[in-house]
Each structure stands twice: as C-alpha cells, then as structure tokens.
C-alpha cells in the first residue's frame, strides 16, 4: 500500500464506475457475470475506524480487479462499524486475497478475512463450529488459524478480544463437520504455549443458558457469609448437619488463618442444600444475622451485578425523564433555596441543586426536578431566557453527555449529506447571509460567497438576498465570485466584523461601492477584531431581536475560540452558534465553559474526519 490516507484516483474510480456499470447491464438484459458475485465476496474484519474504502482498494486492487468496496458505516453517525465487504469480478482472485492477504496490519491492527456467508442458516446452525479455552494470552487470530487449519479448511477463526488483550478463548469454525471433530480428537488437553487447552463442540449461548438453568434448579453447593470470627468449623459443620448428609464444608481463612466471615457447605441433593438454605436464610448466629444462598460462580455474580446495576440506572432514567429540568448560566451569588425559589412558582419541586466546585464556589449552572411532566415543561416554557439578576438564563431538560454528544453528530451528518448533493456555490433559496444557520456543511455562519475585498458583512434588516443560481449578492460586481489571495479560504468560515451604520454600509455594497483592495480588508478585519471587547455587555440585548442577539454574541465569540483553535474557528463558532442565546452567553462570561465546549466541537469535527478519511488540522 502506497498512503493510507490517499483518496481514490481518477483512473480507480473509473475502473470501479465501469465494472458496476457493466454488472447492472448485465442484470438489466438477463446476461450472466463471468464469475458468481456472491463467491467473489469478501468479508474484511478488525478493521480500524479511520480505515476508508480507498485504504482497501489500494490493498486489495494488487490482488485483482475489484468490482466494488463497501466499509459500513453506522446510520446516524456515519461512524465506521470495523467491518467491510470486498467484491472481486474473479472467484480465484478472491481465492488469493484470502490467502495472501488474511491478518495483513491496517492502521496498526490486523484485519480478519474471510467468506462472505450471504446465508445465515450455516451459522445458525453450527455445524463445524468450535470452542477453544484457555488459551495463552500471546495467541492472536493468526496463531490460532495457523494451529487448527491444518485439520480443514477454516471458514472463520477468532479470539475473543476485550480492550485490545485476549479473553482466553476463541472459536474456529470448519467448513465440514468432519473437520470439526478431527480437531477436538487430535488437539482437546493438548499444551498450547505450556497452557493445556480445551476443545469441543460450541454451544449456542440460548442452549447454554438453559443448561445453567437445569444446574441452578439442582444446585447442591450453598454459601453462607456474614459469620462471626469466633465461629469454629465444628460449630459451622454441626449447624449446618442437621438439614442432610454434607460431603464438604468449609471456612475460608487468610494467610493467618484467621476467619473471613464466610465459607461452603456442599450437600450429597438437592433437596438437602435447598432446605438448608430455606431454615438458616436471615437467621442469626452469635449475633450475626447468617446469608445463605446457592453458590455463584464468578461470572454469574458479575452478571447479575451488571443486570441490577443496568435496571437501577433504567429506573433512575424513567424517574426523572421529561421533570428534570437544567439550569446554565447562573449567577454566582445564587444558591439552592435561591433556584427553588425562582422556579417554585410552576409546581411541586422535589429537589434543586446548584453545582460547585471543590473550594465551594458556583460553577453557573444547576438541576430543578420537578413532580410531573407538564410542570416542567411550564417551566422550561416560561423560564428560559428569562433574565435573573444581570444575566438570561438557559433552561432546558436535562440530558446526558452520550445523548447530547450522538445528537450533535446526527447534526452534523445531516448537514454533511446536504452539501454532499448541491452543486459547488449552492445556495438555499431564499436565505440570508446570516448567523445562526450555516448554509453549508459547518458553514460557516452567513459567509455565503461574500464579495471579494471587503470585510463580510453580518446580516442587517435590510441585507441582500442571495442570489439563487450563483450564491452571489444580487446586484454584486461580475468578478466578485472570483475570490483573490486575501480571502481565499475564507469561504463558509465565519469571520465577524465590527457593525456599522446599516443602511448605508449595506447601500454601498449593493451599488458595488465600498470595494477596497485585498490589504485593506485585512487591515479592516484585523481593526474590527481587536476593537472587541472582552467583557459583554447584557444591556446591549435589551429590545434586540434574537438574529440580532446573534449576531453580537458571534462577533464576541470567533476571536475567542481562535485563540486556541485558529485553523478551525469558523467551523466551531458555526456549530456553537446552533445554541441558544443565553448559553451562548454563559461561554463568553465562563472561559472554562467555553473551553470544554470548543474541546467537544474539536472531538466531534476530528471524529467525523476520520470517518470520512478526511485530513484533520492540528490547530493547537
């Protein structure tokens, strides 16, 4: 492979136009391929999030022609799901791929290879499918099919991997059963890398689970803990001797030989094990009030954990969804009773906290839950934007991190599709130059083809439509779609700008006046940033529209984040510009609020390139 991060060529996307072409005619007249599609079918595995479908072509186009290439992808996020589809034109090239090219490292991890099963009935039904335990933690996929393809040909093999280490076991499944059994006959008990290894027959999960049942139902062995220190094992046997016949009991100890405060109890029946555990449940002992219950391996303990855990954390959710309410950009003389007070106004409120740090002082934003849905919906209705003190408020329902975080990339997917389908200069028809609503893929905020030598403008009362077939001003000069050297690249990026008088600025450029040379729309940009002041002041939003509201929150928010993100700025006040007005706020008065909102824009904007094999600019 040549770059990794290369895009498909001219003459490779040519090759692939003209073979899927040729596939459709032939669907299209009942003409028959040269090859079965299905065979020539490759299933590419492991595989990293950044890896493209350019990546694999130029891997697998050495081996052969390739028809198509297809790395999936989530629906909502576009997210690379780890896996991908490789079809040849030729059977025996696939043949060859999977020979020459299974376990090859990608991005630093070695991509799995094999058949692609259209049909899912061989897998569902297991046939040639096995298990292996125990195995060395050195021994990776390729190990592992190196070892067993010796007994048949192996239609898929793999170890069970969590954060990037082995689990200990793994499954190869053969294409005959015959093969399958030759393996378990020839390798169960054998010494893998000095580990001695078990092979059988894999169980279907649904089948194993109804098994664990049957042993649940007929457990003999029983645990008994919250036992005094002072209990002997002859006081523990004698108690426990009288429900039935014990074949084993025991106290566990430390390394002094001192009681841990619980032990086993193993009966010859069922029924035995199942009476004790009903008399002694919850029964005290010198004190003690006694825990006895069926003995759990490991693995059913951490499951059971993990199955309450899970149904508190859904109990929590359901409790407090559509009533709990959050609160941002409080001022920081306010405390509890203060919130509550302010929304008590709108119902039965069951608790309202304001967040702080270690040394006690307000981070600006808090929690108000209220009894019912409706309450909180008055509330979020009637409070948000609302001014307490000198500042307006943001007041939304509370969501988590994960949730806000998949919405922002469902966004920004959306946005990335749109543009993926317009023409180059599109516009939407009938939009301003303007912030709040990028026309493009992060788009920058009202910079829709600005013209050329002049400070872009932020959207008046009366500024010009764009045009709908050129995405030029109406009335523009003819060369003002043809950017020079001093603002290209600024294209779609927000660059605010100091306002001035409405009317007749905006006059000016209709009449194609008001055009300065590229060093003196620098010049001006330059003087307009730095004439921002660093303190906002609220008054100014007093009987302002909200576009307008906009549009001096943006002004005071690009130099800000340039600071720290100077390549990706226009991208990232695009997006933060999507947020309301007072939260909008609270960034530019709480640097640290700011900062953490940048950082996650910067995550977000990385993740999505990496996705769509895009380069990403260090900015920091």
């Known amino acids: 492979m040549s770059n990794p991060g290369a895009q498909l060529s001219v003459e490779q996307q040519q090759q692939i136009a003209a073979a899927q072409a040729q596939a459709a005619a032939q669907a299209q007249f009942g003409v028959p391929p040269a090859a079965p599609q299905a065979s020539a079918s490759l299933y590419v595995g492991e595989l990293d999030p950044s890896v493209t479908e350019a990546m694999l072509f130029e891997m697998f186009n050495t081996i052969g022609p390739v028809a198509s290439i297809r790395v999936c992808r989530d629906a909502v996020t576009r997210r690379s799901l780890g896996y991908a589809y490789v079809n040849f034109h030729n059977v025996l090239d696939g043949e060859r791929a999977l020979d020459t090219l299974n376990y090859t490292v990608i991005k630093n991890k070695p991509c799995r290879i094999m058949w692609s099963q259209r049909d899912p009935a061989l897998r569902k039904t297991g046939t040639g499918n096995i298990f292996i335990k125990n195995l060395d933690k050195s021994i990776d996929n390729k190990a592992l099919h190196d070892t067993f393809n010796v007994f048949g ?109 619980f032990g086993f109890v ?15 449940h919850d029964t005290d002992l010198k004190g003690k009030k006694l825990f006895v219950a069926r003995a759990q391996k490991k693995h059913e303990r951490e499951e059971e954990l993990r199955r309450q855990y899970e149904q508190a954390k859904m109990e929590k959710l359901n409790k407090y969804q559509g009533v709990n309410l959050y609160i941002k950009n409080l001022e920081d003389d306010i405390d509890d009773e203060k919130l509550r007070q302010e929304f008590s106004v709108y119902g039965v409120i069951t608790s309202a906290k304001v967040m702080r740090d270690e040394r006690d002082q307000s981070k600006g934003f808090g929690f108000v839950c209220f009894s019912s849905p409706d309450e909180a919906t008055k509330a979020v209705t009637e409070m948000n934007g609302r001014m307490i003190g000198n500042k307006p408020i943001y007041v939304a329902l509370a969501q988590r991190k994960d949730v806000r975080k998949s919405q922002l990339e469902a966004q920004i997917n959306q946005r990335n599709q749109i543009r993926a389908y317009m023409p180059v ?87 194609g006046q008001g055009l300065s040379n590229s060093r003196n729309s620098a010049t001006a940009s330059q003087s307009s940033s730095s004439a921002i002041s660093s303190v906002f002041d609220t008054r100014k939003f007093v009987g302002v529209s909200p576009e307008a509201q906009k549009q001096l929150l943006g002004e005071q928010l690009f130099p800000k984040i340039s600071d720290r993100q100077p390549e990706l700025a226009g991208k990232i006040t695009g997006m933060l510009l999507e947020m309301d007005n007072a939260e909008l706020l609270h960034l530019l008065e709480n640097k640290a609020a700011l900062d953490s909102k940048v950082d996650e824009a910067v995550s977000v904007l990385k993740q999505h390139a990496m996705a769509t094999g895009q380069n990403f600019p260090d900015s920091e």
């Open 425 to 511: 200069g599109y516009a939407h028809p009938g939009t301003y130059g303007r912030l709040g609503r990028p026309t493009h893929f992060y788009g920058g905020v009202g910079m829709i083809n600005a013209v050329p030598g002049t400070t872009p403008n932020i959207r008046t009362n009366n500024y010009n439509m764009v045009n709908r077939s050129n995405g030029r001003p109406q009335n523009a000069p003819q060369n003002a779609g043809r950017p020079n050297a001093s603002n290209r690249g600024a294209r779609n990026q927000y660059q605010p700008t100091k306002q001035h008088n409405q009317y007749s600025q905006n006059n000016r450029v209709a009449n």
């Open 266 to 280: 193993n009966y010859e029946n069922h029924e035995e094990a199942a009476n004790a555990v009903n008399e002694l």
């Open 153 to 261: 040909n192996i239609l898929s093999c793999k170890v069970a991997m969590e954060d990037g280490s082995s689990k200990g076991y793994g499954f190869v499944h053969y294409e005959t059963a015959e093969a399958a059994e030759n393996a378990i006959k020839h390798v169960n008990g054998m010494l893998l890398k000095d580990k001695k290894v078990y092979v059988g027959h894999h169980i279907p999960k649904k089948e194993r689970q109804s098994k664990l049942e049957e042993i649940k139902a007929k457990f003999t062995n029983i645990y008994v803990k919250n036992l005094d220190t002072e209990v002997s094992l002859e006081e523990f046997s004698e108690i426990f001797a009288r429900f039935g016949k014990i074949t084993s009991v025991v106290i566990t100890t430390d390394e002094n030989g001192n009681s841990k405060g």
